[in-house]
């Protein structure tokens, strides 16, 4: 049997387009059932109280429903604010991406750790690593400089 994939944008912004369904059927498998959904600050801060006691809007949370269902909730406000404080190195599109691979790893039953970090390396290489580009400190410059990814 397939699994289902949804996406329910809550919001007024438009979605940058992203590989959902190959990487949902990359990491949690093609019989998994998953639904992300897009809601505002407001709706997120409810959740993010409700499910995790913090009262404040959080960039994701992920809902295991059971072995082979789950939700994944993105605050795009949240993450366009982190982008733009460089929080991250990475752009919008790069971000989200980021994240929805984030949850989908927990929704798999992985816990923050090393071999979380190498699996969310990998699948962001796989997915969005031709666009990628890293901080690097230039000591002769005595400074960090932005670098575009190298052809290995």
Do not use: W
Not at 1 to 8: A, D, K, P, R
Not at 55 to 82: A, D, Q, R, W, Y
Not at 135 to 152: E, P, Y
Request: proline share 3%; charged share 30%.
């Amino acid at each position: 049997m397939q699994g289902e994939f949804s996406l329910i944008n809550k919001t007024r912004g438009k979605l940058p387009s992203l590989p959902f369904l190959k990487i949902k059927n990359d990491i949690l498998g093609s019989k998994y059932s998953l639904s992300v959904a897009l809601v505002d600050e407001k709706t997120s801060k409810k959740l993010n109280k409700k499910y995790r006691n913090k009262n404040k809007p959080t960039n994701i949370l992920s809902f295991p429903l059971s072995k082979s269902m789950g939700e994944i909730i993105l605050c795009p406000t949240v993450i366009k604010k982190e982008v733009k404080i460089k929080k991250f190195d990475k752009t919008y599109r790069e971000l989200l991406g980021f994240l929805v691979i984030h949850g989908m790893l927990h929704l798999e039953g992985m816990e923050h750790s090393s071999r979380m970090e190498k699996a969310e390396n990998k699948y962001d290489q796989k997915y969005f690593g031709g666009h990628r580009r890293r901080i690097v400190h230039d000591a002769s410059r005595g400074r960090r400089i932005l670098k575009g990814r190298t052809k290995s």
